[in-house]
Antibody
Framework: QVQLVQSGTEVRKPGSSVKVSCKAS????????INWVRQTPEQGLEWMGR????????FYAPKFQGRVTITADESTRTAYMELTGLRSDDTAIYYC?????????????WGQGTLVTVSS | DIVMTQSPDSLAVSLGERATINCKSS????????????LAWYQQKPGQPPKLLIY???TRESGVPDRFSGSGSGTDFTLTISSLQAEDVAVYYC?????????FGQGTKLEIK
């Protein structure tokens, strides 16, 4: 049973960046993908991208391409999501979520969420 | 991009009664070579992350009570709670994984009447 634990609440100013971590326990780290999903009242749940540790590659939703970087460190079983050029509408709860190794997958484990507030 | 649209946006059902939530995709999410519908359902309670209930449109995740069931194919799907319990109050989301640009429905808020 995979469990995901995320880093804590962040407050950032517009134009800055934020890096959220997601530590996995249980399972074989490179046998699944770590996805990042954010939630806002306006947009609901939005998939941002995923890391595929076994291929050491990441894939991003076009909306976030160029602003988001998703990485995974197999030695520490930790995935990271960095978002740059923050705007007020990036204020959201950011979740990491475990997906299967296949490219089409559901998410069967979620982190507890990290609130990121962007405000001047 | 595949757009997922749920109906209704909110729903109030009496305890013990059936609750039905609909999800429609903007294109078919039935993959012909596998004959599987690439759809999942989640439950989200306040202050918690979403929890997986169903995948492949109708396969219940381990540990999910059998009062939850999923049905449908192609573009139209349904989540049914056969006998509503108080702990089922939550927001429910559908998600397509037919394309790797995953997308979710806007959510349906389920309350007790």
């Amino acid at each position: 049973q995979v469990q995901l634990v995320q880093s804590g609440t962040e407050v950032r100013k517009p134009g800055s960046s934020v890096k959220v971590s997601c530590k996995a326990s249980g399972g074989t780290f490179n046998s699944y993908t770590i996805n990042w999903v954010r939630q806002t009242p306006e947009q609901g749940l939005e998939w941002m991208g995923r890391s595929v540790p076994i291929f050491e590659r990441s894939f991003y939703a076009p909306k976030f391409q160029g602003r988001v970087t998703i990485t995974a460190d197999e030695s520490t079983r930790t995935a990271y999501m960095e978002l740059t050029g923050l705007r007020s509408d990036d204020t959201a709860i950011y979740y990491c979520a475990k997906g299967g190794a296949a490219s089409g997958t559901w998410f069967d484990a979620w982190g507890q969420g990290t609130l990121v507030t962007v405000s001047s | 991009d595949i757009v997922m649209t749920q109906s209704p946006d909110s729903l109030a059902v009496s305890l013990g009664e059936r609750a039905t939530i609909n999800c429609k995709s903007s294109q078919s999410i039935l993959y012909s070579s596998t004959n599987k519908n690439y759809l999942a359902w989640y439950q989200q309670k306040p202050g918690q992350p979403p929890k997986l209930l169903i995948y492949w449109a109708s396969t219940r995740e381990s540990g999910v009570p059998d009062r939850f069931s999923g049905s449908g194919s192609g573009t139209d799907f349904t989540l049914t709670i056969s006998s509503l319990q108080a702990e089922d109050v939550a927001v429910y989301y559908c998600q397509q994984y037919y394309t790797t640009l995953y997308s979710f429905g806007q959510g349906t808020k389920l309350e007790i009447k």
